[in-house]
Each structure stands twice: as C-alpha cells, then as structure tokens.
C-alpha cells in the first residue's frame, strides 16, 4: 500500500479547526452563562453538557459516517484498520476515549474544587487549567506517535485498530 493514502497531520488539524468552528456558538453560549451567574451547580451542569456535546458528535459521526464534518471538507476518512469498513460502535468510542477520561477526571477535579473552595473565580481557572494542559500533553503524544509510524497512525487510532484515510469522494 502506498503511504500517499493516508492523511497529512495539516488535513487532521484542518477538519479539527473546522470542528472548532462548528461548536463556536457553543463557546459563546458559555461565556454568557459565566457572565450571567454565580451558581457553581448551574456552571458545573453547562460544563458537563458542553463537554459532552463534542465526544457525541465525534463518535456518532465516526461510528455513522466515518468523518465529522471537518473531516469530509478536508477529505480524510477513519476506517477500520483493514481499510474495508467503518468503525464500530466501540471503536468509535474508543477513539475518543482517553478525551472522555481526561474529561471525567477534570469534571470530578471541579467538584473537588467546589467542596475544596467557594471561589468561582479560582474554580474556573483550575478547571480549565487542568483541562488545557492535559489535552495539550496528549495532542503532543498523539502528534509525535502520527510522526512515527507509516500510516500516520496517532494513539487513539492504535486503540481503536483504526487509520484515517485520504478520502476519493465526498
């Protein structure tokens, strides 16, 4: 198999800033909650939804179509490593699921910080801190094993047995 089949690393960080784009008014919709209140619970709910929406729409349209829409504009597909089928279901999840975890931890890391501290101010920060920097820990990971490998083939691929492809048509 020849290596120009699979995906650059410019075509996954396009269709992930395409994804961004697309959950920009979810973005906004947060700001103004902080913006409008003080109620820890109300954030902490909007803050678990939030998280959720994006790992729900990246494994159904995995699992579904095999691309998120960033995905398809850039042209790059996610197949099953025998590069004959779509993921599963479980694969799909798989994908995302060291995202989820860090997710978890950071959600169970914010009600830690409610029992911990009433600053909403200080609970934010943390939280978003440990956020940013374990998701930016593992994109590095995750770029370094697609750098390594002949089918450009990052960690969550290796633990869901899947690869991503250039794609022939839309």
């Known amino acids: 198999m020849s290596d120009a089949k699979y995906h650059t690393g410019f075509r996954r ?3 992930a800033i395409i994804d961004g784009i697309i959950f920009t008014p979810f973005l906004m919709v947060d700001l103004w909650i902080l913006n409008q209140t003080d109620n820890v619970w109300i954030i902490f709910a909007w803050t678990a939804f939030n998280a959720s929406l994006y790992y729900l729409y990246s494994i159904y349209f995995h699992y579904k179509f095999g691309r998120t829409i960033g995905k398809w504009v850039v042209r790059i597909k996610v197949l099953d ?3 004959t089928k779509l993921l599963s279901l479980k694969q799909a999840f798989l994908r995302d699921s060291l995202y989820l975890i860090i997710q978890i931890i950071g959600l169970l890391y914010f009600l830690f910080l409610v029992a911990k501290t009433g600053d909403l101010d200080i609970i934010i920060m943390d939280y978003r801190n440990f956020i940013d920097y ?3 820990c593992w994109m590095l990971l995750e770029l370094l094993s697609m750098l390594t490998n002949d089918k450009r ?9 899947s690869v991503v492809i250039i794609a022939k048509s839309s």
């Open 13 to 15: 960080f396009g269709a």
């Open 134 to 136: 374990s998701f930016l």
């Open 81 to 83: 490593i025998s590069e």
């Open 153 to 161: 083939r990052a960690i969550h691929d290796w633990l869901a047995g």
